[in-house]
């Protein structure tokens, strides 16, 4: 089993920043690649970014590429979101996964472990 715990989220004003974090524990967590997720209200949840286990090869969704950035510390069996240029179509519960079970990454029936998930939400 693995566990997955989001924080960071919270309310911040458009063009801020904020850092989200997915502190991860059990016995699958190594050799996997680690992504996030964001699922706003009334809509499907949908793929932010990727990383692999290395940390060698990063991915992210076209509308956050260059704003967002994914990056990990295995010391710490973590993996973090820094946000900025923050926009009020970010405002979302952000989802930490781990595991992939391959086929389309950014599907999320492709990830089998989930966190609980943090809010974010941006004004305007």
């Known amino acids: 089993q693995v566990q997955l715990v989001e924080s960071g989220g919270g309310l911040v004003q458009a063009g801020g920043s904020l850092r989200l974090s997915c502190a991860a524990s059990?016995?699958?967590?190594?050799?996997?690649?680690m992504a996030w997720f964001r699922q706003a209200p009334g809509k499907e949840r949908e793929f932010v970014a990727r990383i692999t286990w290395g940390g060698g090869s990063t991915d992210y969704a076209d509308s956050v590429k260059g704003r967002f950035t994914i990056f990990k510390d295995n010391a710490k069996n973590a993996v973090y979101l820094q946000m900025t240029s923050l926009k009020p179509e970010d405002t979302a519960v952000y989802y930490c996964?781990?595991?992939?079970?391959?086929?389309?990454?950014?599907?999320?029936?492709?990830?089998?472990?989930w966190g609980q998930g943090t809010q974010v939400t941006v004004s305007s």
């Open positions: 059990g016995r699958t967590y190594s050799n996997s690649a």
């Open positions: 996964t781990t595991s992939w079970r391959g086929g389309n990454y950014k599907a999320p029936a492709s990830w089998y472990y």
